[in-house]
C-alpha cells in the first residue's frame, strides 16, 4: 500500500468515523483524491470504495479528480452580486485562462463557484486553496493570480509579512473584523480564563450552572431559539457512556459572519463556553465544527485550545478538580446542509450530510450514538459571559423573553457593514439607522431560510424571540434592487445545497425555482403564482430537515411583502398556447435535426 | 403500556412507542409509504406517509404515537391532496415508463399512484438523462426509476464483509444511485432477487430472472399494495 495513505489511516487509528479528516490529509497531499487513494483507504477501512465515495462527493471542496495546484472559489451570493462580482469573475477567467469549473492549460489553477463563505461584509472575496482574499477588484485579481503564477503560496500573497497563522494577526491581516459596536455581553476584552472557571468550578456544582444558564433566559443564538438551560439539564440526565459537547461553527446561512468574528476576536469565550456545558451535562470530549471556509482559523484555534492546555482549563484534572474535557476541530468541506445539527453529526462521523429523522434528538442520542449538546458559537460565548458574571446579570440586557444581545452580521446596502451587538428589543428601524441603510426597501433576515421585512411595513417591528426572531444574518437591499431576482438566487441556493435524501426538498425545489425563472421571463400566469403557494406549502410541510421546509420562506415572504413586484410580471394566457410555452425553444430540436441532416448529406 | 389516539376521529388503542404508519394499519386505515419496512430503522425519505399529527404534518414512518394524539389520515383534504403531490413528484422526477418496466405490477410506486388516484402529475415531466449501470453481472441498475429511498444502501450488505454494496453519489440534483459491481458479483441469486423485491420500484433488475408473471397475474394486480398492507397487519 501507497506510504502515505497508511500513514493517513494509522493517523485516525483507521477510525472510519474519522474519514473527513482522512480525505482532507490525502486532498491537502496529494491535491485530489484519486481512484487508487480511494481503494486504499477503503481497504484500509474496510468499507466499500462506493462508501468512501459516497463522504467524498457529498462535499462541495473534496475533489476526486484533478483540479489544479491551486484552487480559486469565488462567492457568488446575492451580496457578491451586488459589489462588483461580474467584473471579478470575468477578470479571473481572463487572468487564469479558463472559465469556470475548469483548470488552465498548464494545470496550475482550478476555477470553481462557492456559496457564502462568511464575508458578506467584504465582498467580492474568494477562496484561494485555505485563505481568503476581500474585497476584490480586477486589479486586485490581476495582481493575485500573477503571483501565483510566480510560483507564491496563496499564503504568502495574502500574508507578505509572514505572520505566524497562530497568531490572531495574521487572521486580522487576512480578514477584517468590521466590529462596529462597542462589547455590550460578548466581545469584552482582557478576561482572565482561569480565574473565571476556577471560580466557577469551585463554587458550583454541574446543576447548579444548569440553574444559572436556565435562569440566564439563554437560548440558541443558531435561529431555532431552544432554551440553553434546558439542552443541558436534558443532556445531564440522558444516559451514555460518553456524552459530547459539539460547538456548531458551520456558519453557513448566507449573509452570516458573526461567528467569523467570535472565533478571531474571542475565541476563549466560545472554548469556555464549550467547558461550561461540558461539566453541566457531564462530558469529557468535544468538537468545534468548523466549515471549511473558515480553514485560515483553523491553527489559530488550535493554538487557543493549546494555550487553554497549557494553563490547565482543558485535558485531565482541570484546574485541580475531577473534571476531565478535551476539545478538537472537525472541519466541513462545503456543505450548508451541514449547519443542521443531525446533519453536522452525520459529517463528524465521516459520512454524508443526510439530517437524521429525529426524534431521538441529539440530546439524547447525538455523536456516536451518545447524548450529544449541539450549540452555536454565539450561544456557547454568551455561557462563558454568564458563568462570569450570574444569571441576573445577563438578563438585565433585553427584554423578558429574549434575553441579552444578538450578534448581527450585516450586509447589503448600508454605509456600515459589519457585526453589530443589538440588545434584543430593537426595531428594525432603530438598525436601520445604526448601520447607516441608504434608502432600504428590502430587508432579509436570518439568511434566506429566515423572513423577508418591508422596512416600510415592518419597521416597528422588534427583534426578539417571539417576532424577529433573527439568526444573526440581515441582508438590505435598496429600491433599485430587483427582488424576484435575489428571490430566485436564492430557491437556486436551495437546490444547490439540498442533500437530496427527501423527495420534497429534492424534487420540489427544482420546480419552485423553475416556477421563479418562468415568472421573471415574463411568462408566468396567475395560475402559476397560486401553484408556487400550494407547492411551497408541500415543501414546507413535508421536507425531511430545516433545508427544505425553509426553502420556500424568500418566495412565500416576498409574495406577502411585496405582491406588486410578482403582479408586475405576470401575463393573460391568449389563444390556446400557454404563455409558458415557448414555440422557438419547442422547435428547436427539430431544425437541429434538420440542420444535422443536411450536414450528413 | 397501552394508550388512546384518535385517527380520523376514531378512537383506537395503541402500544406506546409504535409509529404510526403500524398502529393505523392495525386498525384497517392504510398510510401509502415507499421507504418504510416493518421492522426495519426507519429511513424517513420519501414522505409520502405524510399525515397530520395533531395539526401539524409529520411522516408517520418516523413518528412514534403517543398518549391523547389526534391523527388525521383521510379527514383532511389538505393532507391527502401533498401525498399524492409527493407521489407525482416522484413521477414528473425521474423516468418511469410503466408499461415497458419489468417491475410493473410489482412496483411499489406504480401501485401506490393507484391508490392515492394519481391520473398525471401536476410537476412539470423533467425527462432527466440517467445512465443504465450494467457492470455488475446479476444486476442492471436502471436509474430512470430511482426514488432514493435508501431501501438498498441501508439494508442490502455484502455477506461476508459487511460492505454496503449500494450507495448514494452526490447530493441534491445530481446524486445518482451507484453500486459496486465487485460486491455484487458475489451476491447469491436469492440476495440478489431479495435486492430486487426490495427496490419499491424497478431500479434494481435481476439480469438471471423477469417478465415470470403475465399481465393480470402479477402481485399487485392480485391483491393490492393497501391490502396487502393492512392484511399482514391484520394476520
Redesign the interface.
Known sequence: MNVEIQSVLSCYSSDKTRLMDMLWDVQNQQGYISDKAITQLADGL??????V??TL??YHFFLDKPFGKHQVYLCNTVIAKMNGYHEVREALEQEIGCSFNRVDDSGLIGLGDANCIGLSDQEPAMMVDHVVFTRLTPAKVKDIIGQLKQGKSADEIANPDEVLNTKQDYVEAIVDANLRTESRVLFKPNRDYKSILQKCLDTNIPEDVIEMITESNLRGRGGAGFPTGLKWKMGREAEGAEKYVICNADEGEPGTFKDRVLLSHSPKDVLLGMIAAAYAIGSRHGIIYLRAEYWYLKEFLQQQIQDFRDDGLLGKQILGNNFEFDIRIQMGAG?YVCGDETALIESCEGK?GTPR???PYPIQQGYLGMPTSVNNVETLACASRIIEEGATWFSATGTDESTGTRLLSVSGDCEKPGIYEIEWGTTLNEVMTMIGAVDPKYVQISGPAGDSLSVEQDGDREFCYSDLSCNGSLMVFDHTRDILEIVRDYSEFF??????????C???G??LM?KMERIIAGRGTQQDLE?ITT?S??LK????CGLGTAAPNPILATLDKFPEVYAEKLVVQKGPLLPSFDMDEAMSAHELAVKNLMEEE | MSIKLTIDGQEVQARSGDNIIDVAAQNGVYIPSLCYVKGKP???????C?VKVNGR?M?AC?M?VSDGMEIEVNDDAEIVD?RK??VE??F??GNHNCPSCEKSGRCELQATGYEVGMMVS???Y?FTPRVVDHASKTIFLQRDRC??C?RCVDMVR?KK???????????????SI???AE?ANKMSPEQVRAASDLCPVGCIIDKTQGYDDPIGKRKFEIKSIKERALEKEHR
Open positions: 474496510k468499507m466499500s470504495s462506493d462508501d465515495r459516497e462527493t457529498f456543505a454524508r429523522v429525529k426524534p437546490v444547490e445545497e439540498s442533500c437530496g435524501i427527501c423527495v420534497p429534492r424534487a420540489g427544482v420546480d423553475h401553484e407547492w406549502n408541500l410541510g413535508t421536507s425531511r | 426507519c429511513l424517513g425519505t420519501c414522505r409520502t405524510s404534518v411522516a418516523t412514534p401533498m403531490a409527493l413528484l416522484l414528473s422526477e401536476r410537476f412539470p423533467r426514488i432514493f435508501q455484502d464483509t459487511g460492505k454496503k454494496i449500494f450507495s448514494i453519489k452526490s447530493r441534491g440534483t445530481h446524486a451507484e453500486i459496486d460486491l
